[in-house]
């Protein structure tokens, strides 16, 4: 090498050490099954108190919305920054990358800006994991897996790329039969990290010191408070059973279509539920139970934050922390997600970028889930594809207020007549408005209108009154324009 060209290599190295240290840091925690019902979100019987302190250093969005409540869908849309008309990713099997084989998924792309990417507890859905996304092989505390970042995980990690390429991306989860998941709820006398989440806590904070040093983009997975509601004894006593706080509105909306329900049939397969009617002691005993591990699950991101700090990240470190889509505790009579009602769409998302103008807010604006993948590229100066179907919000971290989009869309596919039904979502400042339709013709089974601002509970589908002609045929209209019509100007 001539002395010029060194002396441009040596100050070209000097400049990426100089960038690599000024590079943000992402922490992005996935909680499985969490509905925002927090301290932060004003719900003072849950206790929260470490998620509370990390939305009072950054913005708590209470109006953001997945676009399919359930994991995969709602993970790999979020993952991907696509909606899952465009990943076709609508159940537990389907891996994105048959559809989609050249996507680049969020932590892909700070992966090919030279960040350190990797994933510890569930992050892609079991058994759908991407292993093109990390730089360090994806962990699971599952105990059949090596440590995190051993050579033997690495090897693992390249057998089952292979294996996925042999399958042509296939995988199936064999259906479980019920009853045979043992109990819906359990509360072991143990230590934190004697359960799963705990040992996912324990990995995270190994990760996070060895990746001190480098950009990284760190996704930390949680699969509490996913059923079965297992956490230790104490966060349970936090609950005396008699003092839990019950779900209001157990009813049905009246009017409303059989396809916006479900049997319940996730949670059917626990043990001690069967199909057995669900009796108020259990409902409340059910209630309690994911309120403890609620409180288990924040207890843990307490630890990971209270890591970051210690090492002196907090200061070039993004957090945004996610429920992969909202929960119903007996709201409608229905549990679990599966639908597109508001308890079941509505998600927990918190954004904390040390840079921001407005700390501790809230922000009532519209966000989806397909936003998060270009919000922390474009807070961490992360460049990504063009065909992102979401916006960056990186501009109401800084002022909350700002005009933002007309409307949030999400989708729940059904079965009728042995043939495919899609329910197509659209939630509004005021309604949302749902239209159910047949796959294969488009056409329009059955429509729902609920009217928040009369009727918060959604306790009256009022598409089937004829003076909502006008109004039904405005919405129509715009959920037919759909997201690229509600982006702001
Ligand atoms: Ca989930």
């Given at each position: 090498m001539d002395r010029r060209a060194f002396l441009a290599s040596s100050a070209g190295a000097a400049l990426a050490q100089q960038s690599a240290k000024n590079k943000m840091n992402v922490l992005m925690i996935a909680i499985d099954d969490?509905?925002?019902?927090l301290g932060c979100y004003g719900a003072k019987h849950v206790i929260s108190p470490n998620i509370d302190a990390l939305a009072k250093r950054g913005t708590i969005f209470t109006r953001a919305y997945c676009q399919?409540?359930?994991c995969s869908p709602s993970r790999t849309s979020l993952l991907t920054g696509l909606r899952p008309d465009t990943t076709r990713v609508y159940e537990l099997q389907t891996h994105f990358r048959r559809i989609l084989p050249d996507a680049v998924t969020l932590p892909e792309a700070f992966k090919n800006a030279g960040y350190q990417t990797t994933g510890l507890g569930?992050?892609?859905?079991n058994g759908l994991d991407d292993t093109r996304s990390w730089s360090i092989p994806h962990w699971m505390p599952d105990g059949k897996r090596p440590a995190w970042n051993s050579d033997e995980a690495r090897a693992e990690a390249k057998t089952f790329t292979g294996n996925l390429a042999a399958n042509g991306w296939k995988i199936t989860n064999a259906p479980t039969r019920p009853g045979s998941r043992g109990p819906a709820w359990d509360s072991p006398d143990v230590a934190d990290n004697e359960l799963p989440d705990g040992k996912t806590t324990d990995a995270v904070i190994g990760a996070l010191r060895f990746l001190k040093d480098k950009p990284f983009f760190l996704a930390a997975g949680f699969a509490k408070p996913h059923l079965p509601f297992i956490a230790p004894k104490k966060y349970f006593d936090m609950y005396p059973l008699d003092k839990v706080e019950m779900p209001d509105y157990p009813e049905r909306p009246s009017g409303a279509p059989e396809l916006a329900f479900h049997n319940n049939g996730e949670l059917r397969n626990y043990g001690n539920i069967g199909n057995d009617p669900i009796t108020p002691d259990k409902a409340r005993q059910l209630v309690r139970a994911y309120y403890a591990a609620t409180s288990y699950t924040d207890a843990l991101i307490g630890k990971v934050l209270g890591e970051l700090d210690r090492l002196g990240l907090r200061e070039n470190t993004i957090v945004a922390l996610w429920g992969d889509h909202g929960w119903q505790l007996n709201n409608h009579g229905l549990w679990q997600k599966h639908t597109n009602f508001e308890k079941a769409t509505n998600s927990l998302l918190v954004v904390a970028d040390p840079?921001?103008?407005?700390?501790?807010v809230r922000c009532d604006r519209f966000v989806e889930f397909v936003d998060v993948y270009p919000t922390l590229a474009d807070c961490a100066g992360v460049s990504t594809p063009s065909s992102l179907e979401g916006l960056s919000m990186r501009r109401l971290l800084d002022d909350p207020t700002l005009r933002w989009k007309k409307a949030a869309f999400s989708q729940y596919p059904r079965r009728q007549d042995q043939k495919d039904v899609m329910g197509y979502t659209m939630r509004t400042e005021r309604y949302r408005y749902t239209e159910w339709r047949w796959v294969e013709t488009q056409a329009v089974i059955d429509r729902e209108l609920y009217d928040y601002e009369a009727d918060p509970r959604e306790s009256v589908n009022h598409a089937r009154n004829p003076e909502n002609a006008e109004l039904l045929t405005r919405l129509a209209a715009q959920l037919k324009e759909g997201w690229r019509g509600a982006k702001p100007a």
């Open positions: 969490l509905r925002p019902e399919q409540a359930v569930k992050i892609f859905h840079r921001q103008k407005r700390k501790g």
